[in-house]
């Protein structure tokens, strides 16, 4: 089909001789209106349905409150949003949506039956992951004005937002559309459309989109259920689940960020569809506290930091992999030490698999099926082999080689091998995603009745490695999805194991409905940096489909014929992730002020003179081969003042200036890159008093030394 034409902008003086922008174009596009008549009328029909249920099914139910109060309501007729109102109009202004029985409900849906109600604001991950995907429709519906452009996929992302769309082969988005864009959304903003929720029949649905053959291609392949769910927001109807927020006028902030091309559903050989980011708040304030964040990330990009001390780099001949430098390979061995010698106070063994397997092993463990795409494979003497992806299989095949006694368990077998993914080319951003990596992977084989204790454990070492690097961090429960393998009683016990072990562990954690592996109930870590910024690092899995798959077993007590064998349970758990992620979020986090156990630039020695050269190669020297990063400033054309200065703006933690006195003693001036004075110390109590701080891991070395 031919495709709209665009609105066309125009600028019209306003009071006080400033400008304001208004849009004008034709009217609004024929499929357009053919659409809205055809929602009308079945509108109609669902309210003339929904009065009926009304009066014919209303009655009082109960609607309890997480406080515990209680409050009456009418079946069919009151909504989550009256409800607020009761409580506090504060209330139902900060609320984004509601949660009924567990699940995310709108607002302005009524309730039919006793109902468990929560609230939830822009603060939670769920509020934000529903506002930004409103914000995805208001945007598709302003490009779908602006442009005339087929709409395909609007979903939120960590960060925001974006919606994909297809416009003809002559036309494209380009960076001086998305100001104009923006004042489009603004407007549907300040119109406060009502985001209104529609049930529909697989027919009507194909009546609603025939006119975009993308959506039409979403409800062949997606919709399998005889109805779906549609939404409107003022000329939009889009296919979509919701839940939404209540009109448009909530989302009070909203900026267009920037355009990039995409693929229909990643499939290279597809449409080529243009894409739009945004991000948007429920206040101007946020926004503007958020512009700023971005500004401050920027300063502390990874990518930035490892150029300017030459931690790492990356090579168009190996693309996706690091080449990590001595001082980033200094970084990146001590957060592999740190996990190692916690691993030895845990009771885990560390262990060494293959690289390379047969493919028959990801077939068996599952993987083939749904991640082959994303494996490096090759074929070897007519056998499909692939570098490892993951190294639970692996892990599988160890525990299984010889049969197991009760007396072994819980067996923790740890792994740094290294981890290959086929990442698609352009997802590949700096040590955030990578093709070649390593994980602090561990895997616990347990019994049913050692669950707990274990989960406890993983909980503990989460927080005694996070609490070392600084970071907060939040718990999320996913639970039981859809499509899940194995009992449901067996689910609904390790869920209730999880959420016990989270409840006594007293830090904050939120509930994921459905988010849970197919294997089994998870709990995912977030840490919070230095900039407010959230990040997905440690997990904690319970999987009993795989020691199923690989039929682990092991023997509970030793009879004359044998114990009759038992199967394990596996945890599947990380706390760092993957190292090089970690390293960059590290990084970032301390904007290259690597705290001194871990710094990759822990001493200078700057010499006064060349009378003094000497005696700072003997100290050089004497710190370097105690194991610390020590280099040597032996540059007499500078002043003193400059390599002090030099020194700080290259984050060394420390700077040992000697001269003759310092010579005469047998001593270094300690400076701190805070400009911390610590005066003159003799090498052996200079060395005593680092190796202190190193050990204690503290993030402010330089004030207490």
Not at 12 to 22: A, V
Not at 128 to 148: C, I, K, N, R
Not at 404 to 433: C, I, K, M, Q, Y
């Amino acid at each position: 089909m031919r495709l709209a034409a665009p609105w066309r902008g125009r600028l019209w003086p306003r009071g006080g001789g400033g400008l304001c922008r208004h849009y004008q174009g034709g009217p609004v596009p024929a499929h357009v209106t053919e659409r809205l008549a055809y929602y009308e009328k079945l509108k109609a029909a669902a309210e003339g349905r929904l009065a009926q249920r009304a009066s014919e099914e209303s009655r009082r139910i109960w609607i309890s409150l997480p406080d515990g109060r209680a409050v009456e309501g009418e079946a069919w007729k009151t909504t989550p949003y009256q409800v607020a109102l009761r409580i506090s109009p504060s209330l139902a202004k900060a609320s984004v949506t509601s949660r009924v029985n567990g699940t995310l409900h709108d607002l302005d849906r009524p309730l039919e039956g006793d109902t468990e109600l929560e609230f939830v604001d822009f603060a939670s991950r769920d509020g934000q992951t529903l506002f930004w995907h409103s914000s995805a429709h208001v945007l598709g519906g302003a490009a779908e004005h602006f442009y005339g452009a087929l709409l395909c996929h609007g979903p939120s992302t960590e960060n925001g937002f974006f919606y994909d769309m297809y416009l003809d082969e002559q036309r494209t988005v380009h960076g001086k559309d998305l100001p104009v864009l923006e004042e489009i959304c603004k407007g549907i903003v300040g119109e406060k459309h009502p985001f209104e929720r529609l049930e529909v029949s697989r027919e009507d649905l194909k009546e609603l989109f025939k006119h975009n053959k993308f959506k039409l291609r979403i409800i062949d392949e997606k919709v399998s259920s005889p109805t779906a769910t549609v939404y409107r927001c003022g000329t939009l109807i889009d296919l979509c689940r919701g839940p939404h927020v209540r009109h448009t006028g909530t989302i009070r902030a909203l900026k267009l960020l920037k355009n990039a091309s995409a693929q229909w559903q990643g499939d290279p050989t597809a449409e080529a569809l243009q894409r739009i980011y945004g991000i948007s708040f429920p206040s101007a304030k946020q926004l503007s506290e958020w512009e700023h964040a971005q500004e401050e990330a920027a300063r502390r990009d990874h990518r930035r930091i490892g150029k300017d001390q030459e931690l790492f780099f990356f090579h168009e001949l190996s693309p996706g992999s690091s080449f990590f430098l001595p001082k980033g390979t200094h970084i990146y061995t001590t957060l592999v030490d740190f996990i190692k010698g916690e691993y030895l106070k845990r009771g885990f063994s560390e262990v060494i698999t293959p690289n390379i397997y047969n493919a028959k092993l990801w077939e068996l463990s599952g993987h083939w099926q749904h991640y082959a795409e994303n494996m490096f494979s090759f074929r070897v003497n007519n056998e499909t082999l692939a570098l490892k992806p993951m190294n639970c299989p692996g892990h599988c095949l160890m525990f299984g080689h010889r049969p197991r006694s009760w007396r072994e368990l819980p067996l923790r077998l740890a792994d740094f091998g290294v981890l290959h993914r086929n990442e698609p080319s352009g997802s590949l951003t700096g040590l955030t995603r990578v093709r070649r990596f390593q994980q602090d992977d561990a895997h616990i084989f347990c019994a049913l009745d050692q669950l707990e204790g274990e989960i406890r454990g993983c909980l503990d070492f989460l927080q005694a490695v996070y609490s070392v690097f600084g970071f907060a961090f939040r718990f999320y429960l996913a639970t039981r999805p859809d499509k899940f393998l194995g009992d449901s009683d067996l689910w609904d016990q390790a869920e209730q194991l999880l959420e016990k072990s989270l409840r006594g562990f007293g830090q904050p954690w939120e509930l994921s409905p459905g988010d849970g592996a197919f294997y089994g109930p998870k709990v995912d870590v977030q840490i919070q940096d230095a900039l407010g910024r959230y990040h997905q690092c440690g997990t904690i899995q319970l999987d009993f489909q795989m020691p199923l798959r690989f039929d682990l077993t092991f023997t509970r007590q030793v009879l004359k014929d044998g114990g009759a064998p038992e199967r394990p349970v596996m945890i599947h758990r990380a706390v760092l992730g993957s190292v090089e992620r970690m390293l960059a979020v590290l990084a970032e986090n301390y904007g290259g002020k690597w705290p001194f156990w871990l710094s990759p630039s822990q001493i200078v020695v700057i010499p006064i003179g060349p009378d003094a050269e000497g005696y700072a190669n003997e100290v050089h020297q004497f710190f370097r081969q105690a194991g610390f990063m020590a280099d040597l400033d032996a540059d007499f054309g500078s002043t003193l003042n400059r390599k002090i200065r030099k020194a700080q703006l290259a984050q060394y933690n420390f700077q040992f200036v000697v001269g003759r006195q310092e010579m005469s003693n047998r001593t270094v001036n300690v400076r701190s890159r805070d400009t911390h004075q610590h005066g003159q110390r003799g090498l052996q109590e200079t060395l005593g008093r680092l190796r202190e701080l190193q050990d204690s891991r503290v993030r402010n070395a330089e004030e207490l030394f």
